[in-house]
C-alpha cells in the first residue's frame, strides 16, 4: 500500500468522523460524542503513523 494513499485515506475517515459529531450528539448525547472526537484522534495518529513508517 502506498504511504500517501494510506494517510490520505486516514485523514478523510477523521474527516467524516469528525463531521458526524454533530449528528451523533443529537442522537446519543455527548458521551458518544467524545467518543466519535476520540475515534477521530485515533484515525489521525494512524495517518501519521502509516506516513511516517519506512513500509507499509
Known sequence: MN???A???SMVVAFLA?????EVYRWVGIKGTILT???SIAWI???FYFKKS???
Open 37 to 39: 472526537i476520540g475515534a
Open 54 to 56: 519506512k513500509s507499509v
Open 7 to 9: 494517510f490520505f485515506s
Open 18 to 22: 469528525l463531521i458526524s459529531t454533530f
Open 3 to 5: 504511504k500517501d494513499a
Open 45 to 47: 495518529a494512524l495517518g
